[in-house]
């Protein structure tokens, strides 16, 4: 057992068919109530860390542990165990024809008794804790709306919400800003700061937008083909390390 809220050890993971490993992590250490952002070119493995953290990689090698509980590469995780991990997709995953409040309250499903949640019958807890999420991240005016008729920065509070509803101690998020404008990008980056620091969540943003996120992170994490290349703080991260993250992919970053 670790105190960590990520610990990872020896990891290595490769998907069925690639030659090359998309992880190989020697270690790495969360610990709780750290804000960390992932970034590393286009398949440096970022999604495959989160996806592994969220209990949805099977066959990784060496050791991994979540919120103090390791994980079993050949099993999923324990239903009790799910829902402290919340995941934002990149994509939403939203149900597009049902309202903003059904969306926030599916979050709630781990958290709901199994046979209740099944009729579509969640207990007042859950009808609070999806009233709170949808009040801290500023859509309560829009629970009644089809989620299919807001904008993407709307849509991506609602999955924020979502996450919140759950109430998670760890939040994971995979490029939640990869289609927002700049000043709704810092919104939402500001909101999952604000909502983690709030709960005593830890959090793990994956983004393309270093120079953006950096305000809202203690910390930065860099893969380059399921390496870790750069660990430090946000001022550790000078234009050349930065240059030197992306430079192999022939990626230019964004200028500061
Ligand atoms: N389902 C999959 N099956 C096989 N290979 C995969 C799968 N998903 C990802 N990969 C490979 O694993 C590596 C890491 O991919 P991953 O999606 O984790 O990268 P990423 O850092 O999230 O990239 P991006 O910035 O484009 O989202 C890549 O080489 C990719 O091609
Ligand atoms: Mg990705």
């Not at 090698?61 to 103090?68: C, E, N, T």
């Not at 165990?81 to 903003?100: I, K, M």
């Not at 995979?174 to 810092?186: C, F, H, K, M, R």
């Amino acid at each position: 057992m670790s105190g960590s809220a990520v610990a990872l050890d020896n990891l290595s993971f490769r998907y069925k068919g690639e030659d090359r490993g998309s992880l190989a992590i020697a270690q790495l250490r969360i610990e709780a109530g750290e804000k960390v952002a992932l970034i590393g070119a286009s398949g440096a493995g970022k999604s495959t860390l989160l996806r592994l953290l969220d209990g949805r990689l099977r066959g990784f090698r060496g050791q991994a542990s979540v919120l103090g509980r390791a994980l079993d590469p050949a099993r999923s995780l324990p239903r009790a165990w799910r829902c402290d991990t919340g995941f934002v997709f990149q994509e939403f995953a939203l149900v597009e024809q049902e309202s903003v409040r059904q969306n926030v309250l599916n979050g709630r499903l781990g958290r709901a008794q199994p046979w209740g949640s099944l009729l579509g019958r969640f207990g007042q807890d859950d009808h609070d804790a999806v009233e709170r999420a949808m009040g801290d991240v500023g859509i309560a005016e829009l629970a009644g709306k089809r989620v299919d008729r807001l904008s993407g920065g709307q849509r991506q509070r609602v999955a924020i919400a979502r996450c919140l509803a759950q109430d998670p101690a760890l939040l994971l998020a995979d490029e939640p800003i990869s289609n927002l404008d700049p000043v709704t990008a810092q919104a939402i980056l500001a909101l999952l700061h604000d909502c983690a620091a709030r709960r005593g969540a830890t959090l793990l943003v994956s983004s393309h937008q270093p120079r953006l996120i950096a305000p809202y992170v203690d910390r930065f994490i860099a893969l380059d083909r399921g390496r870790v290349v750069f660990d430090g703080p946000p001022e550790a991260l000078r234009d050349d390390t930065l240059a030197g993250i992306y430079e192999e992919a022939g990626l230019v970053p964004e200028p500061a």
